[in-house]
């Protein structure tokens, strides 16, 4: 035999899981549940000793699982000669003379941060709070996420130090943020995809044992999906057409750091990226998932971390848009545009302004949809008039077109990446009157001016989204709390003349209102790939018989929540939300006006109500008294046969010049030989009429035969039993066009003018039939709602 055959021999199962054993695993991963880490080593769960067993000698057997080896032999049938299992592995002892939290027995760590040894052991390690075990899964859409967490015992033990955020694969550098009695909070830049994030808690009052390898530490897995099929929020920074392009700062701060447009672009970018954390924590602790608004990126140098800024690394990041404005700046410094200035006559100018350049720089297309939020740089603080000049607070939009405007007054306190984020909202330097603005005597710090000036734009960037004011979060003033949601130990507040919270927790943080959640949720920019395309997001509303419920409300897409007001209400106190089931609302919602009442405090049930319907897909109907609509009476219409019928929600202003009613009640609903067999359309560039042919060739009109000579005719296929269902329409101040809707799911062509108005669907709600037509008409028809019947 050769002799080199000598030197091998079979080995056995036990020799190789032994081997494994002893050598470092070939992975480590950690995920959290339920706050504690919990590490896997090739899928199998390593198990953590509790405190009362640290100090035991005794070995325990390792726990099997589902996904363990096992002998071939042993998966049979029981046979009376079972094998013996191979001998376990000895569990090395843990030497009860060391500290709590030594780290002996260690093996060395690898450079690459996704595949290292950790302590397990370590009742130090990173516990992440904020982000369940499985989102890795369920993914995020947003590049900066935010999370919270704690280090080891909160009550008996807190502790102060520092997290390190080591990044997927270190492509983008580390990161330090500080813990606070045991709590931190920490921003984490994701990579698209599978994103492995490692925690290190380190502590001056904490040995690290000497070692290489990270003494407290614990990984988070998190999956980012950019989205691309959602319009993105876009930011831009407008400047004079003469603009220098610096922005007010103190002498100390264009020494340290200057105050040019690259590091305003650098500032607005973060501060833009502190709203998008911000707004998607809120989401998911509102229960509304991972949802939040995107940006337009570029591929460009990255600023989000200091060391991109010396090395020019390359990253994809929110683009920020330089618009050169006609104004020069001295227009836009213009007294009467100053939004604070007394005596000032325009102080709206600026979000004009605004609007015509954002709408010349991004264009206007039919079905675009284009969301901006603008910072004027050439605001200027004028200590002579106690005056921000170049600055208004302003915001608006709907589903369509969105706009935001503020000034820069407060920039020089904004953070530029990542590292300077909790220094900026720690930083207590005076604010200096003599060059830059205290906004509202609200800014007598650099971290509360930094809260003013994000907090304040991302409130008129709620605006943008559609969200009026609140009774309470960002869209009343909360936001001058903004600091505490990225950080644990607030400082000294000269604006309440008070020591900060010392142990910021979430219940300590500002928020946005649960309305103004539910505006995002089904605002378009704010779209997930699970969410169902939105075609109609009407709502209507039909008086029916009080032993149905008095009221239905009803949507295509689906009717979401409403909100309650009385008079003298100037914010939403009262709203009733409807549950989202598989991803569905209900189409069709009963409003009893006794609940709604009892919703109200008892000095205000018997006020006037007016009511603000959402539907899931964005759309609104504002009911200006709710008790006309209950009145059956004035709602009535009785039949040629007796039955009653009711007439539903007008569409159209009726405020034409010789506008006129009309009313028709269609034939076939209360004569059974009377067949409807087609309608014929009037149209032109609006709806003229609808003619109803029945199969004795009489008619009915509704409107009058204009447009369109001879009109447009949509026969039903009367043998295979197809009746009229509802219309769609299309319609502003009069009825734009309409569209044909049968019950075997036929829908004709659009009549008039497809594109004008808003779109609204009208189809009876389940149990009611159509019973004829009520409006009006001038010139062509300017009203138009369904009598509806039993």
């Known amino acids: 035999m050769p002799s080199f055959l000598a030197s091998l021999r079979r080995r056995s199962k036990g020799d190789v899981r032994a081997k494994q054993f002893e050598g470092e695993p070939k992975a480590a991963t950690s995920a959290t549940a339920n706050g504690h880490a919990v590490n896997t080593i090739n899928n199998a769960i390593g198990r953590r000793k509790s405190s009362s067993t640290l100090a035991s000698s005794a070995t325990t057997p390792a726990t099997s699982s589902a996904s363990d080896d096992v002998h071939p032999a042993s998966k049979g049938p029981k046979t009376g000669n079972t094998p013996l299992p191979p001998a376990l592995p000895v569990r090395p002892t843990i030497n009860t003379n060391t500290k709590r939290y030594s780290m002996n027995g260690l093996n060395s760590a690898s450079s690459n941060g996704s595949q290292m040894s950790i302590n397990r052991s370590s009742l130090l390690a990173p516990r992440v709070t904020s982000v369940s075990d499985n989102s890795w899964a369920k993914q995020v859409h947003q590049q900066v996420l935010l999370i919270n967490g704690q280090i080891g015992d909160t009550i008996a033990r807190p502790l102060d130090g520092q997290i390190v955020v080591n990044h997927h694969q270190g492509r983008f550098p580390a990161t330090v943020w500080p813990v606070c009695d045991s709590h931190f909070k920490a921003l984490i830049h994701l990579e698209p995809g599978h994103n492995q994030i490692r925690l290190d808690f380190t502590s001056p009052k904490v040995s690290n044992g000497g070692s290489s390898v990270p003494s407290h530490a614990s990984f988070l897995h998190v999956n980012y999906l950019p989205l691309n099929d959602c319009p993105p929020l876009q930011l831009a920074i407008i400047l004079g057409s003469d603009s220098d392009g610096t922005y007010d700062a103190t002498p100390d701060r264009k020494n340290r750091e200057g105050n040019g447009l690259d590091l305003a672009i650098k500032k607005f970018r973060m501060s833009a990226y502190l709203w998008q954390a911000f707004t998607g924590e809120q989401m998911y602790r509102q229960g509304f998932g991972r949802r939040c608004f995107r940006f337009e990126d570029s591929w460009e140098p990255g600023t989000l971390n200091v060391q991109d800024w010396n090395s020019g690394e390359y990253r994809s990041q929110a683009k920020i848009h330089l618009i050169r404005s006609k104004r020069t700046v001295a227009e836009i410094r213009d007294l009467e545009f100053a939004q604070q200035y007394g005596p000032a006559k325009k102080k709206n100018e600026l979000y004009d302004i605004a609007m015509d350049e954002v709408k010349t720089y991004f264009g206007s297309r039919q079905g675009q949809k284009t969301f901006v939020s603008c910072l004027f740089l050439d605001t200027q603080w004028d200590p002579k008039v106690k005056t921000i000049r170049g600055h208004a607070a302003l915001g608006g939009g709907d589903n369509n077109f969105g706009l935001a405007i503020f000034g820069s007054h407060a920039l020089q306190s904004y953070p530029a990446c990542l590292q300077e984020v909790p220094p900026a909202f720690g930083d207590c330097t005076r604010t200096d009157t003599a060059f ?52 644990a130990r607030e400082p000294y507040s000269t604006r309440t003349k008070s020591p900060g919270q010392r142990l910021v927790l979430p219940q300590h943080e500002c928020a946005w209102h649960r309305l103004d959640t539910l505006r995002f949720r089904f605002h378009p920019c704010f779209r997930i790939p699970l969410d169902a395309n939105v075609v109609d997001n009407s709502v209507q509303v039909w008086t029916v018989d009080s032993g149905q419920g008095g009221v239905i409300a009803t949507s295509k897409s689906g009717v979401a929540w409403v909100e309650l007001y009385t008079p003298d209400d100037d914010v939403c106190h009262h709203w009733k939300e409807w549950p989202e089931i598989d991803m569905q609302y209900p189409r069709q919602v009963t409003l009893v006006d006794a609940e709604l009442r ?36 004035s709602a009535r219409v009785k039949l040629p046969d007796g039955r009653l019928g009711y007439r539903g929600g007008k569409l159209g202003y009726s405020q034409m010049e010789g506008s006129q009613p009309q009313e028709v009640i269609l034939d076939s609903a209360y004569i059974q030989t009377k067949l409807l067999v087609s309608i014929k359309v009037y149209h032109g560039f609006a709806l003229d009429g609808v003619e109803f042919i029945y199969e004795d060739s009489t008619t009915q009109l509704f409107g009058k035969r204009g447009g369109k000579p001879g009109g447009s005719d949509f026969f039903l296929d009367t043998r295979k039993g197809e009746m009229l269902m509802g219309f769609a329409l299309r319609a502003g101040l009069w009825i734009d066009g309409l569209q044909i809707l049968t019950t075997q799911g036929r829908k004709s062509e659009w009549f008039g003018n497809p594109t004008g108005g808003s779109g609204h669907t009208l189809i009876p709600p389940r149990g009611y039939t159509i019973g004829g037509i009520s409006g009006s008409c001038a010139q062509w028809v300017d009203g138009f709602s369904l009598i509806i019947t039993r």
């Open 436 to 487: 830059v603005a205290n906004d509202l005597n609200e800014c007598g710090s650099s971290w509360e001016a930094a809260n003013i000036g994000i907090g304040a734009h991302m409130h008129e960037t709620g605006h943008l989204f559609g969200c009026p004011h609140q009774e309470s979060g960002v869209m009343l003033r909360d936001y001058v709390t903004l600091n505490r949601t990225f950080v």
């Open 598 to 633: 009892g919703m109200l405090p008892k000095d205000k049930r018997n006020s006037r109500l007016k009511l603000e319907i959402f539907s899931a897909g964005g759309g609104k109907l504002v009911v200006e008294d709710f008790a006309k609509l209950t009145d059956q009476k």
